[in-house]
């Protein structure tokens, strides 16, 4: 590598992303999901490590883009969470699930870079839609429910 991070930042950067992946992950897998804690730790660890890697590969001063490695690893992670994603006659599932994937991704690669704000925040405001929406979501569909027994 032509740049070289120091050693206790990289173990920051990394642990930073395997916790909050963590998090997100804590919450899938509280739900019962099948992409839970573990998965989501290993996607956002992934996406640190190839970050941290390109941005590790080239110096501030060359004219190539590192950021092309992180566009790599949002596509990569993209195909892996569309397999979560699954079709059962006229339902489909896993869509939440593939979107957390790619967000995890994405926290990962923020916590590689080490924009620690930008990461901290991009799982606050995911565990706010996961937890509060989720709620939210699952009331209106009782209440939905409730409405189709009363029409009956």
């Given at each position: 590598?032509?740049v070289?991070?120091?050693?206790?930042?990289?173990?920051?950067r990394?642990?930073?992303?395997?916790v909050?992946?963590?998090?997100?992950?804590?919450?899938?897998?509280?739900?019962?999901?099948p992409?839970?804690?573990?998965?989501?730790?290993?996607v956002?660890?992934?996406?640190?490590?190839f970050?941290?890697?390109?941005?590790?590969?080239?110096?501030?001063?060359?004219?190539?883009?590192?950021?092309?490695?992180?566009?790599?690893?949002a596509?990569?992670?993209?195909?892996?969470?569309?397999?979560?994603?699954i079709?059962?006659?006229?339902?489909?599932?896993?869509?939440?699930?593939?979107?957390?994937?790619?967000?995890?991704?994405?926290?990962?690669?923020?916590?590689?870079?080490?924009?620690?704000?930008?990461?901290?925040?991009?799982?606050?405001?995911s565990?706010?839609?996961?937890?509060v929406?989720?709620?939210?979501?699952?009331?209106a569909?009782?209440?939905?429910?409730?409405?189709?027994k009363?029409?009956?």
């Amino acid at each position: 590598m032509n740049v070289d991070i120091p050693i206790w930042e990289t173990l920051i950067r990394l642990t930073l992303a395997v916790v909050l992946g963590g998090l997100i992950g804590w919450e899938r897998e509280h739900r019962g999901k099948p992409a839970g804690l573990r998965t989501n730790m290993m996607v956002s660890l992934g996406a640190a490590t190839f970050t941290l890697m390109s941005v590790g590969m080239v110096p501030e001063s060359a004219s190539t883009d590192p950021s092309r490695i992180v566009t790599g690893v949002a596509t990569g992670i993209g195909f892996l969470g569309a397999g979560s994603i699954i079709k059962t006659g006229a339902t489909v599932s896993g869509i939440t699930t593939a979107a957390g994937i790619w967000v995890v991704g994405s926290v990962g690669a923020a916590a590689g870079v080490g924009a620690y704000s930008v990461a901290t925040a991009a799982t606050v405001v995911s565990l706010i839609v996961l937890f509060v929406f989720g709620k939210i979501e699952t009331h209106a569909m009782d209440g939905d429910h409730d409405t189709q027994k009363a029409q009956r």
